[in-house]
C-alpha cells in the first residue's frame, strides 16, 4: 500500500498568514518572523516600518472572573493568563496592580533562616520563570545571595561557612567554593 502524501500540506499553515497589507505604512506585506517571545506579523519594509503583531496571548488577558474582593480597591479579582503562565490579578488594573500567585513555592523556609552575605536579610523561597523553587535573601537586590537548595541552620565542618544546604537527604555547605558534604 503506497500513498503519496504532499509534502505542500506540511507548510501551507506557515504561510496563511502571508500577503496581508500593512496596517501601518500600506505599502508592505505582513510575514510571519519568529522572536524570542514567540510568532508574530512583522511589516517586510522593516526597518523603514516597524509595525508588529503578537501573535502569541500571554499579555494578561482575563481567563476567568473568581468573584472574590480584592484586598487594595475592593474590585473582584480575575484569574488572567500572563507571560510566565496564570495568576490571580485585580480586574480594575492598570489603577489597581494588585496580583497573586496562583500556587505558592511548595517548599516554605522559615524566616529565622538569616543571610550569610548580608546579615540583615532572611532567606525566602522564591519561584523562578521557569517554575523552580530557590531560596533567596529578602533585601534583594541590595544582597544577591541565592541558594537552589533548601538552607538548613548549621555551620560547614570544612570551612566554617554559617549556612548548609539539604541535598538528596543530606547536608552539603552552601558555600559555593567547598559544597562539602556533611556528615550528621
Known amino acids: 500500500m503506497s500513498s503519496k502524501i504532499d509534502p505542500a500540506l506540511f507548510g501551507a499553515h506557515e504561510h496563511a498568514l ?15 518572523k519568529h522572536g524570542k517571545r514567540g510568532p508574530f506579523l512583522g511589516c517586510n519594509r ?3 516600518c516597524d509595525y508588529i503583531h503578537s501573535l502569541n496571548h500571554n499579555d494578561g488577558h482575563i481567563v476567568k472572573p473568581l ?7 475592593e474590585n473582584e479579582l480575575v484569574l488572567r493568563q500572563g507571560r510566565y ?22 517548599e516554605q523556609v522559615e524566616a ?6 548580608c546579615a ?13 523553587t530557590f531560596y533567596a535573601c ?13 538552607p538548613v541552620v548549621g ?23 567547598c559544597q562539602t558534604k556533611q556528615e550528621n
Do not use: W
Not at 525566602?124 to 517554575?131: E, H, L, M, P, W
Not at 555551620?155 to 567554593?177: I, N
Open 18 to 32: 502571508d500577503n496581508q497589507a500593512c496596517p501601518q505604512c500600506h505599502e508592505g506585506t505582513l510575514t510571519l
Open 46 to 48: 522593516y526597518p523603514d
Open 67 to 73: 468573584g472574590v474582593a480584592c484586598p487594595k480597591c
Open 85 to 106: 503562565g496564570m495568576f490571580i490579578g485585580c480586574s480594575a488594573y492598570p489603577q489597581c496592580q494588585h496580583i497573586e500567585s496562583l500556587d505558592a513555592p511548595k
Open 112 to 117: 529565622t533562616v538569616s543571610c550569610p552575605e
Open 120 to 132: 540583615e536579610g532572611t532567606l525566602t523561597a522564591r519561584r523562578s520563570r521557569n517554575g523552580k
Open 138 to 150: 529578602n533585601a534583594y537586590p541590595k544582597c544577591k545571595f541565592a541558594v537552589n537548595f533548601p
Open 155 to 177: 555551620q560547614c565542618q570544612e570551612c566554617g561557612y554559617p549556612l548548609l544546604v539539604e541535598k538528596k537527604h543530606s547536608l552539603a555547605c552552601a558555600s559555593r567554593g
